[in-house]
């Protein structure tokens, strides 16, 4: 049983471009979630995240948008730079430092 | 530099021998997570300890796998005997957990794990 589910396993822009990532979980006791950022032999880095008590977070070219009632969270990026090249996670908790439940992970090319 | 570190960070072994994995979390990070990320089920947390306290191990199985954090800069995952289903790269992560306070999870670089 997924909880947290990204649909597209890979996603391809051209540079200067909008990238739009999109995550959904099923979990309504969730109230934190977070993107992580995975390059190649690298761990997870921290990207952005948002409280439920928000619906957008703005960091410089990284903009994450919560709906709630449609359990559907995105992370926009924008202009999309060949160095944002990774696998994007979505990740969700019940309350923040708490365990993470991870979706599948999308896969971002940014062609130059 | 503060980062989560992991030893180590590639290990192949046989089907049937004990593997250790270590991993040394941010210093003042009290919240130490064990993660595995596998081709076919992405992310998946195994166990986690608050202030070196067992919090939460279901996603680990039992009869192998074992987490322990003998001090606040040590935590450790065995598995004996090892299969080769537990081929997977294995993630530490440490963060400031209390509850309802903004604080991201800082992962390790992994321990890449093939068991022959």
């Known amino acids: 049983d997924q909880q947290v589910k990204q649909n597209s396993p890979s996603l391809s822009v051209q540079e200067g471009r909008i990238s739009i990532l999109n995550c959904d979980y099923t979990n309504s006791m969730f109230d934190y979630f977070l993107w992580y950022k995975k390059y190649p032999a690298e761990g997870p880095t921290f990207l952005i995240s948002i409280s439920s008590i928000k619906d957008k977070n703005e960091d410089g070219r990284f903009t994450v948008f919560l709906n709630k009632s449609a359990k559907h969270l995105s992370l926009h990026i924008v202009p999309s730079q060949p160095g944002d090249s990774a696998v994007y996670f979505c990740a969700a908790s019940r309350n923040a430092g708490n365990m993470l439940t991870f979706g599948g992970g999308t896969r971002l090319m940014v062609k130059p | 530099d503060a980062r989560v570190t992991q030893t180590p960070r590639h290990k192949v072994t046989e089907m049937g021998q004990e593997v250790t994995m270590r991993c040394q979390p941010i210093l003042g990070h009290n919240t130490v997570f064990w993660y595995r990320q596998t081709m076919m089920q992405g992310l998946e947390l195994l166990a986690y300890f608050r202030n070196r306290a067992p919090l939460d191990d279901s996603g680990m199985p039992k009869d192998r796998f074992s987490a322990e954090m003998p001090d606040a800069t040590l935590a450790t995952l065995k598995i004996q005997p090892s299969e080769p289903r537990d081929s997977a790269v294995y993630f530490c992560?440490?963060?400031?957990?209390?509850?309802?306070?903004?604080?991201?999870?800082?992962f390790g670089p992994g321990t890449r794990l093939t068991v022959l």
């Open positions: 992560a440490s963060g400031l957990g209390h509850g309802g306070s903004v604080n991201e999870q800082f």
